[in-house]
């Protein structure tokens, strides 16, 4: 009779030992989760740094009106960009080129993928691109 009472013991210890990894996997997972959302809700273009702030009511106009005048708003603008925004905006602008002229989108991102770094916080974007302009 006491075998009995102990294995039940060790049954009982063993499945609360199991709902006890259960809600433990569930927090870590709830945790990531919410980790990764924090880190995409981060990085946007409007976030990153380089590129002056008058610039940026005529960057939305220009995009708003078609990948033409946004490639003109690019060229005219350009030297007052820097890295990582220049970057985010020349992807933006692969984006938008890319129906009407797909060989100047991938000349663009080609010159992207050389200049950012594995460190910049463009690069999760870059490489989710990566397949399209290959």
Known sequence: MTKAIWVLIV?????????????WDKARLEHDGKRKVEAAAAVSGESLPGMPYQ???TLRSARDNGPAAFQSWFSTNEKL???PRKAWIELELCVAMSRENPSEAKKIFNR??????????????????EKTFE
């Open 11 to 23: 049954l009982v210890v063993c499945y609360g030992g199991y709902l006890l990894f259960q809600e």
């Open 55 to 57: 610039l940026d009511t």
């Open 112 to 129: 992207v993928k050389t200049r950012v770094a594995p460190s910049s916080p463009v690069w999760p974007k870059m490489k989710e691109m």
């Open 81 to 83: 960009l820097s890295d």
